[in-house]
């Protein structure tokens, strides 16, 4: 099973777990990075370690989803990326549900999808449902 | 193929909680399960895809089921969405 870390500014991250959880269930081996708006990067990529070598425990896979491309949670998450572990910035509410379902799959593919995904699920309301009037 | 109108009864309408229950219970079945409004159709069995529908209260949504299984699946999904999703109707 793939294991997810979410690293963010401020509470995002837990906060965004935890609407997942409420939506989709018991999400386990996923944790929440909160960067401080004060750190210097060193504590973060220090939990960033902390929270890899949870979540894949026994050199499992791990997707990392971070907030945006480079900010300092991007950045702090940028090197640990390797064979099995790979990062997808930009994080939504759509990528955790979709990745909630996808967690057995091969770690590239699952990360290419839960992109695609996070994109597809961006909508202008109005064009969405009343693409006549668009 | 079993075909037949649902009724979404509960306050919050189809929301994110009431489709993922909307997809568990579709997921116990081996069926295809089709969830459609108007002229958008979405997957039974994702989240994502039923949340498209925007079906609020009082939306009448038209749900497939097609499958070794169809029988139950339809009775159980049906249920659900008449029964709002366990969220009672007030």
Redesign the interface.
């Known amino acids: 099973m793939i294991g997810i870390v979410v690293v963010g500014h401020g509470r995002v991250p837990e906060e965004l777990l935890a609407a997942a959880r409420?939506?989709?269930?018991d999400l386990p081996a996923a944790v929440a990075v909160s960067v401080s708006w004060t750190d210097d990067g060193s504590e973060a990529r220090a939990a960033v370690e902390r929270a890899i070598a949870e979540v894949g425990a026994g050199g499992g896979p791990v997707l990392v989803l971070t907030d945006v491309f480079g900010g300092t949670p991007t950045n702090v998450s940028l090197p640990f990326l390797s064979e099995r572990v790979e990062i997808v910035t930009g994080v939504n509410l759509?990528m955790l549900?979709?990745l909630s379902?996808e967690r057995e799959r091969p770690l590239q593919e699952v990360a290419k999808l839960v992109r695609d995904?996070g994109r597809e699920?961006i909508y202008v309301a109005g064009e969405?449902?009343h693409p006549e009037q668009a | 193929m079993i075909e037949r109108e649902v009724l979404v009864r509960n306050r919050l309408g189809l929301h994110a909680r009431a489709a993922a229950r909307f997809v568990n219970t579709a997921a116990r079945f081996r069926s295809r399960v089709t969830l459609a409004r108007d002229s958008r159709r979405a997957d039974g069995k994702s989240i994502l895809g039923i949340l498209l529908l925007a079906a609020s209260r009082g939306s009448r949504l038209w749900l497939e089921v097609e499958g070794p299984d169809e029988s139950e699946a339809a009775a159980a999904l049906e249920a659900l969405v008449s029964g709002g999703f366990g969220e009672g109707a007030a």
């Open positions: 409420t939506i989709v269930g759509p549900i979709k379902a995904r699920a969405a449902l």
